[in-house]
């Protein structure tokens, strides 16, 4: 069983028993990782080296995984990752924020979002893609911006709701959240924070829904953590940048209670981090529906240098895994539900967003 670990993409994935391979999308290709019995996680091999993956997302049907990467595109694998293709045919634009896989009527449709922010769409297995120009339809798309040079906003990621195929989100980093019930020939941005003079909400990193009721979700974003329980059309804030965790974006909700979460990221925000080289990160975890939150620290370090960039889970009939990736290319993993952590790689090309592992250098 095969799953994936990136900054962004996919995070959730399902099966009958424990994975025993993760992809890692790393600052320098793929790093392919396989659990060898009574050896623990060993090093299988390497792909796509000298280009930086930013998120994947793979289609148990076809088997088919795609890889996006900042600066080269979208890649194709067909053999769990050990081979690749660029898959370019249609999309203008090389910096690939976010690749996604959702079944729509019987088919599977793959999605890619780019910087600057427009989203693109497969429907023949990633060979061909078409954007989706009513993404750029919506008002106030003028004020889509983001801090660091070239100032273009990106998709960040893709959220479908699993009731209906074509209900899907879409999240600006920086500039809105933006909601489909038309597969995309129409989007509205959610109307709370629909006046542009309201910034707070804009910075958006990942929203995720409950799975007991998907009416419930969540957006983690560089002004903390915020719920809404009426689909999105209002929302309370639960945390902000004073909080432990200023700078939330990994988020997961466990599949056997939806009222735990776990939530990675940093103290503060990355613009310190060049002056501190220290993201002061951990996880921590909720068992009241974002509320009121904990730090693991149960032999996983209570504050990390690096910062943790990306978290996924996998379940299974008997519990779900988690595993997650810093700046420093340090993997660590649960097998029990979040209880205690291990770390089970090291030493691996960054696992970032963008630039983030730049403005974290190993110098002190």
Not at 13 to 28: C, F, H, S
Not at 58 to 66: G, Q
Not at 354 to 364: D, I, N
């Amino acid at each position: 069983m095969t799953i994936c670990l990136a900054p962004n993409g996919q995070a959730a994935y399902e099966g009958p028993e424990r994975p025993n391979k993760i992809l890692i999308g790393t600052a320098d290709g793929v790093i392919i990782l396989r659990l060898e019995p009574g050896i623990g996680w060993q090093l299988e091999s390497r792909a796509l080296q000298g280009l930086h993956v930013s998120s994947f997302a793979h289609d148990r049907k076809s088997d088919i995984i795609l890889a996006g990467t900042h600066g080269s595109g979208v890649h194709l694998s067909r053999d769990g990752g050990r081979t690749w293709q660029q898959k370019a045919n249609g999309v203008p634009y090389d910096n690939i924020y976010c690749v996604a896989a959702h079944e729509r009527d019987g088919r599977t449709i793959f999605y890619a979002g780019t910087e600057p922010a427009h989203l693109y769409q497969s429907a023949d297995q990633g060979e061909t893609w078409s954007e989706i120009p009513s993404l750029r339809d919506v008002p106030l798309i003028e004020t889509w911006t983001f801090p660091a040079p070239p100032h273009e906003a990106h998709v960040k990621n893709v959220t479908f709701d699993p009731r209906n195929g074509s209900v899907l989100f879409t999240s600006i980093e920086q500039g809105a959240l933006l909601k489909s019930t038309d597969a995309g020939r129409a989007w509205r941005e959610l109307s709370e924070y629909s006046r542009p003079e309201d910034n707070a909400y804009k910075d958006i990193h990942r929203l995720v829904l409950k799975p007991s009721n998907p009416d419930v979700m969540f957006i983690s974003g560089g002004e903390g953590l915020y719920r809404s329980d009426d689909a999105g059309e209002t929302w309370q804030h639960l945390s902000d940048r004073s909080s432990r965790i200023g700078y939330p974006d990994a988020l997961l909700i466990s599949p056997l209670n939806s009222d735990v979460m776990f939530m990675a990221g940093a103290a503060v925000d990355p613009g310190q981090w060049p002056k501190t080289h220290d993201a002061k990160s951990c996880i921590m975890r909720s068992d009241d529906g974002g509320r009121n939150w904990t730090v693991i620290d149960n032999n996983l370090t209570e504050s990390l240098r690096s910062n943790i960039e990306a978290m996924s889970l996998h379940v299974r009939p008997d519990g779900f895994s988690i595993v997650a990736g810093t700046t420093d290319g340090e993997i660590f993993a649960s097998e029990d539900e979040g209880e205690s952590w291990s770390m089970i790689a090291s030493g691996l090309p960054a696992v970032s967003k963008s630039a983030h592992y730049r403005q974290l250098s190993q110098v002190r």
